[in-house]
């Protein structure tokens, strides 16, 4: 029988609450300080903090025709990513849509393009990310494509990634590394903690995380890649006659 990818790993309202726990800076240092969407992608909400799976659209610039499809089409729960193509002179959400978001129990929206009705917004509980406001309204015209891979802030989501927001922004969680991410977030986090009770008792933060023995090694290496190329042949037992001589 198939299964809904989004909950193959822990059940969707336990695996909120352990990414909203660890939150995105966390998440993204699990990631290999990666899978964040651009610093541009602002939250607009009275609440930033969200979890989810991920709903995807990606629409015909400045058109909002498939934007109210694709909220009916969302679960409760999920949260809708909208590849807006970074278009920031037309708005392609306000405040009717963060309302029906809202009462639809959706998790959150994020829009790589421009919003409006931004005094509703801020007073909303629904987070909602976007680059920028404006007031002119898309048009409604074209179709569009849900439940595809896209594009939004600089990241690639596809249905079913987990997207988490909060103060520090968004990040993408691809679902097949959900566990890995949240084994490794969970690690950092008693890191983390180790350290501020080390600091907390008087110790140097260099001295903690030993960045003495990081920059005496990092003196030794050497910075020109070309150089490697020697490296490695002295490592394999090759002549290392063009560094003694030098380049000819």
Known sequence: MPTDRSNSVAPLDSTRKRLLFLRTAVLSDALGKAGAMDHDMHCFSANCRMAGPATTLRIHTADILMVGKALSHCPKGHVLVIDGQGELNTALWGAVTTASARLKGLAGVVIDGAIRDVAAIRRDRLPVFARGVVPNAGGAQYTGEVDIPIQCGGAVVHPGDWIVGDEDGVVVIPAARLASVLE?????????????????????????????????????????????????????????????????
């Open 184 to 248: 490794t977030g969970g690690r950092l986090v008693e890191v983390e903690k180790m350290i501020e009770r080390e600091i907390r008792a008087g110790k140097d933060l260099v001295s903690i995380l030993r960045y003495d023995e990081l920059l005496d090694r990092k003196s030794k290496e050497t910075f020109l890649p070309q150089m490697r190329f020697l490296e490695k042949r002295d490592q394999t037992g090759s002549p290392t006659a063009l560094r003694k001589s030098g380049s000819r």
